[in-house]
């Protein structure tokens, strides 16, 4: 018998997007055999394994088939230029790649960057900008603390991340253009197998239900009589469940509330107890 292939999900070992990244994986009840950040660390409850990375190796890595997706930032993706899919943004890790001139200069529009320097640490998604403006400046790349360049005389202008804006602020900058709005995406490898396949999509509809959730729901489900207990047995419920005959004989339908941490599980042992017809349905207010 051959074994479950795993999904390979690279993410950023440490850094602005690693926690986030973290939160989405185990709200969506993927638990890790070993918590404490080998370079691979499979799951022991979900055939994925997650593999720990800086950022600007994660779209290599998918192109190469290293990892078979990866959550990073749309900047990253967008600048190593891979031959990755994008699948879908998670919202989180917003920021936007601006350019930025010293706050007194007088600004009329694209043209001013005609022949000036501009310092980045980004020249792909800059260069292919310019040049689909038609402007011909020149892009000194840097790899850090780019903000500084112009105030050493090192650059007229700069082309970076933003985000609240205060970098640019205390370095006496304004943002004059927003060229690429940022947040982190999944990119996937082109060609996944059957069974990979399967299992993304299941990932991802568990990333939706994440993303949907709020910290309890009101569950309901259709059950057979002759199975109700060990149905109500799984359902805490705020007192204890509802349960209403259905028309149909034999069956009956149950009404609980569960709260997000156990949901994965629970909506597990109920259909493996032959629960059927299961609606989850967010609430607005709970009182207790
Ligand atoms: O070590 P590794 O290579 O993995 O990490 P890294 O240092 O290259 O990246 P990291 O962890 O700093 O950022 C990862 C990703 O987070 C980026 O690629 C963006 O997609 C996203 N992100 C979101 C940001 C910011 N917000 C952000 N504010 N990345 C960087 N910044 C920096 C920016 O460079 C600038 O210096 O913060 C400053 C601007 O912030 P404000 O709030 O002052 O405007
Ligand atoms: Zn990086």
Redesign the pocket.
């Known amino acids: 018998m051959t074994e479950m292939e795993k999904l390979r999900i690279a993410i950023?070992?440490?850094?602005?997007?690693s926690e986030k990244s973290m939160e989405l994986i185990t709200e969506a009840g993927i638990k890790l055999s070993n918590g404490n950040r080998k370079l691979i660390a499979p799951s022991y409850n979900f055939p994925v394994e997650l593999l720990y990375?800086?950022?600007?190796d994660i779209p290599q890595s998918v192109e190469d088939g290293v990892a078979d997706i990866g959550i990073?930032?749309?900047?990253?993706v967008e600048e190593k230029n891979k031959n990755v899919s994008i699948m879908e943004g998670l919202g989180f890790?917003?920021?936007r790649l601006s350019l930025a001139i010293p706050k007194s200069t007088d600004y009329q529009g694209l043209e001013f960057f005609n022949n000036k320097i501009i310092a980045t640490s980004y020249p792909v998604i800059l260069g292919r900008f310019l040049k689909e403006k038609n402007i011909k400046a020149e892009i000194h790349e840097i790899s850090g603390s780019?903000?500084i360049a112009p105030g050493i005389g090192m650059a007229d202008a700069i082309f970076?991340?933003?985000?609240?804006?205060?970098?640019?602020i205390s370095n006496g900058l304004k943002e004059v253009e927003v060229v690429l709005k940022?947040e982190?995406v999944i990119i996937s490898k082109k060609e996944l197998s059957e069974d990979k396949t399967k299992i993304l999509n299941e990932l991802l509809f568990r990333f939706h239900a994440v993303q949907n959730a709020g910290k309890n729901k009101y569950i309901l489900l259709n059950a057979p009589n002759d199975r109700l207990d060990e149905i109500c047995g799984v359902l805490p419920g705020m007192k204890s469940p509802t349960i209403m005959s259905l028309a149909e004989k034999g069956w009956s339908s149950v009404h609980s509330v569960i709260s997000e941490d156990d949901f994965w599980e629970v909506i597990g042992k109920l259909k493996e107890r032959g629960a059927q017809g299961i609606l989850v349905i967010p609430i607005e207010k709970m009182i207790v």
């Open positions: 950023q070992k440490s850094g602005r997007l990375l800086r950022d600007d990073v930032g749309l900047n990253e890790s917003k920021c780019v903000e970076d991340i933003v985000s609240s804006g205060s970098t640019l940022s982190a």
